[in-house]
């Protein structure tokens, strides 16, 4: 079993930074991929982001490309992500999500695990 906590998100202004985080206090966080999804209001949850387990690989969805990056520290059983250049439609509920295997998987249901999300709202 593997309880995540995100936090780290809030309101800013268009052009602005946020960073989120998604704690993994219990189980073996370096034996999982760890992905970042999103959902917008009457929309479904759309992927974002994912990590492998040894932090070799990254992918991202084409829009968010270039402005957010994912990182993790196994170590400290974290993950983070940095969120530069924000836009209004950037603004969502964000959920931090954890599966073991092949790192690659941008469905929502490939995921065992997930965190309860943290706001982020862009004004423009």
């Known amino acids: 079993q593997v309880q995540l906590v995100e936090s780290g998100g809030g309101l800013v202004q268009a052009g602005g930074s946020l960073r989120l985080s998604c704690a993994a206090p219990?189980?073996?966080?370096?034996?999982?991929?760890m992905a970042w999804f999103r959902q917008a209001p009457g929309k479904e949850r759309d992927f974002v982001a994912v990590?492998?387990?040894?932090?070799?690989?990254?992918y991202y969805a084409d829009s968010v490309k270039g402005r957010f990056t994912l990182s993790r520290d196994n170590a400290k059983k974290t993950l983070s992500l940095q969120m530069n250049n924000l836009k209004p439609e950037d603004t969502a509920v964000y959920y931090c999500a954890a599966d073991r295997g092949w790192y690659r998987r941008t469905k929502s249901a490939e995921y065992a695990y997930w965190g309860r999300g943290t706001q982020v709202t862009v004004s423009s």
């Open positions: 990590i492998s387990a040894n932090s070799a690989y990254t």
């Open positions: 219990g189980g073996t966080f370096s034996a999982y991929s």
